[in-house]
């Protein structure tokens, strides 16, 4: 912990300082998944899912894919199919440890958000990773999660953030892997390079 002499440390500091919501603000928060949330969750073609391991380390995993990829079971539980990735699988380890989770669902354009919180667990069921396919291959394998609760998030931060008004982006930043694993072995630009092609090929060939 710091030596911030203002670090708050009390819930009746953390109320004085965020206050207690407008009346009703309780109101929007669900057990279940009602038809609002199902129609989010079917047009969204992105979410985060949050795990924590057994001694509370934390993963925020992104997942994406065509609007709707996501698939409601029932009011009460939903599935994430996983495609290949990178095989660290941080969160499939995390919830192997800690069962629960929290999703934040997003929709491009769209400035509010849908956060569903629950338990989860991981599946192979050959029908249903079948069921989940997409680009002619089946789900690697599928995360249910047992809904606990459900709430819209106001869009203040994505219009503060101007996150979608492209006028404000700037010029495009390119991530290179090549070159941050370049600088760890020590190893020169053409070595570098090499990474990013495989990188771009990945990109290109294993969705």
Request: contains cysteine; aromatic residues 6%; negative net charge.
């Amino acid at each position: 912990m710091s030596d911030d002499a203002h670090r708050i440390e009390s819930l009746d500091v953390l109320r004085r300082t965020v206050g207690d919501g407008p009346p009703g603000v309780e109101l929007k928060i669900n057990e279940t998944l009602d038809e609002f949330a199902i129609a989010f969750i079917e047009r969204s073609p992105f979410l985060v899912l949050s795990t924590s391991n057994k001694d509370g380390l934390l993963d925020a995993s992104p997942k994406g894919d065509g609007p709707g990829f996501v698939l409601v079971e029932s009011d009460r539980s939903l599935v994430i199919p996983d495609r290949p990735g990178n095989g660290l699988a941080m969160g499939h380890l995390n919830v192997l440890e800690n069962p629960r989770v929290g999703l934040l669902f997003l929709i491009p354009g769209t400035n509010e958000t849908l956060r569903v919180n629950g338990c989860a667990e991981l599946t192979r069921n050959p029908a249903l990773l079948e069921r989940l396919a997409a680009r002619g291959k089946p789900a690697v394998l599928a995360i249910r999660v047992e809904i606990e609760e459900c709430f819209f998030h106001c869009g203040k931060a994505f219009i503060r953030s101007n996150l979608w008004q492209p006028e404000q982006w700037g010029e495009r930043h390119r991530v290179s892997f090549g070159n941050m694993i370049a600088k760890k072995i020590e190893a020169d630009e053409s070595v570098a390079r090499k990474i990013d092609e495989s990188i771009e090929e990945d990109y290109r060939t294993g969705l």
